[in-house]
């Protein structure tokens, strides 16, 4: 109890800090929210749950625990475990940011992104040992209640008798709400109302007032494929490592390009702005100053070293192989409607005509670079998406002073 006691007051205490803009210009997009969060869920919630096992499952077979020795040994590797496994993600945050951050004396990134992923594995090395520990340690637990549980009994009912109830009189003048309070029907029900009333003073004019949601003219609807290959980027949980977000900062400008307008989005059901970035931003990725030749990407899903010599990203070979489920376009265009997304009124029916036409252009693309590939498979999908990217929003070109 007291680790977890310890854990939550400093997550509790980091949580609002996080809101403050120049510490969340930090450590957003880094591995400090993931050592923040593991706080919380290891330190936590973890100990608490094994505090709560060790002290009830005895009392509740009527016997001792079966070792305290064993229970000891699991303080302690949860303890390290904990701590082996957090304070390596820290250091990589606070490495991952200074190195985002850093700029050459001509103005120039002083670091490229893989740079920042190779400088923190071995702290994801550390971060795998503090793991294996802790739950090393709850693997002892888990048997250590075993075999408590098979030296007792289980106790279905046990009688207990409660202390007479006192009324309670005060002489003192009460203010109006304790009356409320002693009411366990009535409290709840007026907090609904109130809590009921504030939601909708906030979400009726977002709902009356079409302006609140910016549009931008330059931004489409997601073509058939490019929405096909959005589920699958989803499916795959391409999300989890890859933010679409660029924050105004200069780093993030100089790096992925313009930063993000909240009209980009207006489209995505759901955003995919994401909390981490263990690889780059894909938020330009189809943009004029970072689109790759389709072949690039084919090739960085089979083999991601092959175009990122040290990423610690897996492969995707199955999407090389993977049909394409066209029979859900229909649906997914009329969900898209049903949620504001403007296609025209029975384009469900002709979607998959206008896919197979932009697949088949793909599929051409990539074999003038020596790669096969039919048009049907999910890579194809996955490629339509990706180089759409940021291409709906350019960035204008800054005029330039020329000395005469």
């Known amino acids: 109890m007291v680790v977890a006691i ?22 957003h997009f880094s591995d400090w929210t993931i050592a923040h969060v593991h706080i919380g869920g290891l330190g936590w919630n973890g100990f608490l749950a094994f505090a709560i096992l060790y002290y009830m499952i005895p009392k509740m077979w009527g016997t001792t625990l079966y070792s305290k020795k064993l229970a000891t040994n699991h303080f302690w590797l949860g303890t390290i475990g904990i701590i082996i496994y957090a304070v390596p993600l820290y250091w990589a945050g606070f490495e991952q940011s200074i190195m985002w951050k850093q700029f050459t004396p001509e103005g120039q990134l002083k670091f490229d992104f893989m740079q920042t992923v190779t400088n923190i594995k071995p702290m ?19 048997y250590n209640i075993w075999k408590t549980i098979a030296k007792g009994r289980f106790i279905p009912n046990e009688e207990a008798e409660a202390a007479p109830l006192v009324k309670e009189t005060s002489h003192k003048k009460e203010y109006w709400h304790r009356v409320i309070e002693r009411k366990p029907v009535t409290m709840p029900v007026l907090s609904l109302i109130v809590v009921a009333i504030g939601g909708l003073v906030q979400m009726i004019p977002t709902f009356l007032v079409k302006s609140n949601v ?24 391409c999300y989890l490592c ?49 689109r790759r030749p389709d072949s690039w990407h084919y090739n960085h899903m ?6 990122s010599p040290g990423s610690i990203m897996p492969r995707y070979i199955w999407l090389l192989k993977n049909k394409l489920d066209t029979s859900s376009t229909p649906a997914k265009i009329r969900a898209m409607r049903t949620l504001g997304v403007p296609y025209p009124k029975g384009y ?10 932009q697949a088949n252009q793909i599929a051409a693309s990539l074999k003038k670079d020596q790669i096969e590939t039919a048009p049907n498979k999910e890579i194809i999908a996955l490629i339509a998406y990706l180089q759409r990217l940021g291409r709906d929003i350019q960035a204008e070109p800054k005029p330039v002073a020329i000395n005469k």
């Open 348 to 357: 469900d029916q002709i979607a998959n005509a206008d896919l197979m036409k």
């Open 6 to 27: 310890t854990c939550y007051g400093m997550s509790t205490f980091e949580g609002p800090m996080l809101s403050l803009k120049n510490v969340n210009a930090i450590s």
């Open 302 to 307: 089979y083999d991601p070293t092959s175009t």
């Open 214 to 237: 910016p549009t931008l003219a330059s931004v489409k609807p997601y073509t058939p494929l490019e929405l096909q290959g959005r589920d699958i980027y989803i499916r795959e949980g």
């Open 124 to 142: 994801y090395w550390a971060r795998s040992i503090g793991g294996t520990l802790y739950l090393t340690g709850a693997l002892i637990m888990v």
């Open 242 to 290: 890859h933010s679409q977000m660029i924050r105004p900062f200069r780093d993030e400008v100089a790096r992925y390009g313009d930063y993000s307008k909240a009209g980009e989005f207006v489209y995505d059901h759901p955003f995919q702005w994401g909390s981490k970035r263990t690889g780059p931003d894909l938020a330009r990725e189809g943009s004029d100053k970072n």
